[in-house]
């Protein structure tokens, strides 16, 4: 029999154990997908080239039903090229979003303002959100709300969210964007008017490779969820099947600025 403290001391040892396995996992398939993303640069290459070659083929319009034959078979081959081209680009899309979300790098902490960062983000995003017919809309609060950020970090799990919204508003929409306080927690609130998300997919949405769009990579929204949860921050997600769907993130204020806020109040 093992008493109360040799179990706890067990278990600790398992779940110490448990995460050094993972860790192990995850430095395999990050060199795994290394060794892939090397040679399919090199594949991508070599299709540019034979495409170039293929079209500075020259055939002499006047040499009669073979050249006509050769052009046939010529713009098949292009077509042939230009599909491999697209899927290897998918491939590489897929292996950078994988090694984005395995990746451990250590967080380049900052005293950063929220609302400032995520204007910057929407200034970055409208020119995008414009060309698909996406008007945005944002609401900041007033007052700074300083966060102890990665700030490049928190800015890709944004900008993961903004194209999820992007993918749910196919005929265009609204993108509404808040920032606000709320205790000792900053709040950023991104709302879409998109199709929204069936009740029984939304326990997964945030599970790696459940994309429910064919176009999807299955990472984005699950490396935001790694991102804001690595800063000690939450997410959560409402929404409505045909109406819309909204991300609320909860990150913690940084110490002295929430004694700043009780003590003004």
Do not use: W
Request: glycine content about 6%.
């Amino acid at each position: 029999m093992f008493s109360a403290s040799e179990e706890f001391n067990q278990r600790g040892s398992n779940g110490n154990r448990h995460l050094q396995e993972l860790e192990e996992l995850s430095k395999l398939t990050g060199a795994l997908a290394h060794e892939i993303k090397n040679p399919l640069s090199t594949i991508k290459i070599h299709l540019k080239l034979i495409k170039e070659d293929f079209e500075n083929s020259n055939f002499d319009e006047h040499s009669g039903i073979g050249a006509d034959a050769d052009k046939q078979k010529l713009t098949r081959a292009l077509r042939k090229i230009a599909v491999v081209q697209k899927e290897t680009d998918r491939l590489e899309h897929i292996l950078e979003s994988f090694l984005r979300y395995i990746r451990m790098t250590e967080l380049q902490m900052a005293s950063v303002d929220i609302s400032e960062l995520v204007s910057d983000m929407v200034d970055f995003y409208s020119p995008q959100a414009y060309s698909h017919s996406i008007t945005i809309r944002q609401s900041l609060h007033k007052k700074p709300l300083v966060c102890r950020i990665d700030a490049d970090m928190l800015k890709q799990a944004l900008l993961n969210l903004l194209i999820n919204a992007q993918q749910a508003m196919s005929n265009g929409g609204e993108l509404i964007i808040r920032t606000s306080n709320q205790g000792k927690e900053a709040i950023i609130q991104i709302s879409d008017t998109g199709s929204g998300i069936a009740p029984e997919k939304l326990p997964f949405i945030f599970d790696a490779y459940h994309s429910f769009r064919p176009q999807g990579s299955g990472l984005g929204l699950p490396t935001a969820k790694k991102i804001i949860e690595a800063h000690k921050g939450t997410i959560a997600v409402d929404s409505e099947l045909g109406k819309g769907t909204s991300f609320t993130i909860k990150l913690p204020l940084l110490v002295n600025d929430v004694s700043r806020k009780e003590v003004s109040t």
